[in-house]
């Protein structure tokens, strides 16, 4: 059964902090392995990583995958109260191209 | 403006009766889902839709029901036979070429049973 695990589950830290949110998976055929953001409702899409080793990149936020360690890790650096959120963890599955397993997600807390 | 609408955003039953939650995208997307999110549990497949008049059950599809007659719209059933249906759902789309795996959501809806 393909899985995804998040850790940690929860994190709480200050303004300015660094923080590293980890994603491991057990999946049969890998195609690629996304992150997304859920602030209140709906989760925004942040990245797609298909290759290992290539980080990618938006402002704060970065994520890089090991495909052959089976993780990935989310990094947010100058870490904002506005990053305040669950993110999530998914991995397309064997069933269908479309369909996504997702992690429980990890939910920080930043505070000023 | 494109996007995912839901509604109702808050939504009361009583046991035993059935309701039927909304989704509409006007972003041309073949392919449709449902999802349902627990306190602290990630996002959990109910039915998914790659094409109008076909859907396939998730990994939670007992005591829930769907329907695709349009592109546009992937209207969800929850039934009296769902055990535990007060939870967060969420409706997602996503195109079926370039890259099918972004699927974009919409706001949700909260629906309490008691």
């Known amino acids: 059964e393909d899985k995804v695990v998040q850790s940690p589950l929860s994190l709480v830290v200050h303004e300015g902090d660094t923080v590293t949110l980890n994603c491991s998976y057990e999946?049969?055929?890998?195609?690629?392995l996304l992150w997304y953001k859920q602030e209140k409702k709906a989760p925004t899409f942040l990245f797609m990583l298909?290759?290992?080793?290539i980080e990618k990149k938006s402002g704060r936020l970065s994520s890089i995958l090991d495909k052959k360690e089976l993780f990935s890790i989310l990094n947010i650096t100058a870490t904002q109260t506005g990053d305040s959120a669950v993110y999530l963890c998914?991995?397309?599955?064997?069933?269908?191209?479309?369909?996504?397993?997702f992690g429980k997600g990890t939910k920080l807390t930043v505070n000023p | 403006d494109g996007g995912i609408t839901q509604s109702p955003k808050y939504l009361f039953r009583k046991e035993g009766q059935n309701v039927t939650l909304s989704c509409e995208q006007n972003?041309?997307?073949?392919?449709m889902y449902w999802y349902r999110q627990d306190p602290g549990q990630g996002l959990r497949l109910i039915y998914y839709?790659?094409?109008?008049?076909?859907?396939q059950k998730g990994d939670i599809a007992e005591g829930y029901s769907v329907s695709r007659e349009k592109k546009e719209s992937f209207p969800l059933t929850v039934t009296s036979a769902q055990k535990n249906p007060t939870a967060f759902y969420l409706c997602?789309?996503?195109?079926?070429?370039?890259?099918?795996?972004?699927?974009?959501f919409g706001p949700g809806t909260r629906l309490t049973v008691t």
């Open positions: 972003l041309n997307h073949d392919a």
């Open positions: 999946v049969t055929n890998f195609r690629s």
């Open positions: 997602a789309s996503s195109i079926r070429t370039g890259n099918p795996y972004e699927q974009y």
């Open positions: 298909t290759s290992s080793g």
């Open positions: 839709s790659q094409i109008v008049n076909d859907f």
């Open positions: 998914a991995v397309p599955t064997q069933g269908g191209s479309e369909k996504l397993v």
